[in-house]
């Protein structure tokens, strides 16, 4: 059975950090892309940034700069580490893992960037 557990998020003050990770079992594996989307109320799931197997990275132009996804494939976590975060990161954040036909999310954790 595979599974992504994610941690780390919580609320935090506008310009702080936090670190969320994910932790992937079952068949996930180093060949899977693997990355985190998030959710605000009312709108619709978009990608925050994913990596490759082969460690290359992709990010929504939000958050550019801020933001940098990394993976350990021995572990098989994948990270997230978030900067100067803003309101509007405000969501829940998802791990997901993908290969091929292969698809897996994490249950989500919220991050809440509030003064």
């Known amino acids: 059975q595979a599974q992504l557990v994610e941690s780390g998020g919580g609320l935090v003050q506008p310009g702080g950090s936090l670190r969320l990770s994910c932790a992937a079992s079952?068949?996930?594996?180093?060949?899977?892309?693997m990355g985190w989307y998030r959710q605000a109320p009312g709108k619709e799931r978009e990608l925050v940034a994913r990596i490759t197997g082969s460690y290359s990275t992709n990010y929504a132009d939000s958050v550019k700069g801020r933001f940098t996804i990394s993976r350990d494939n021995v572990k098989r976590t994948v990270s997230l580490q978030m900067n100067s975060l803003k309101p509007e990161d405000t969501a829940v954040y998802y791990c997901?893992?993908?290969?091929?036909?292969?698809?897996?999310w994490g249950q989500g954790t919220q991050v809440t960037v509030s003064s």
């Open positions: 079952g068949r996930i594996s180093s060949i899977y892309t």
């Open positions: 997901h893992a993908a290969w091929t036909s292969y698809v897996y």
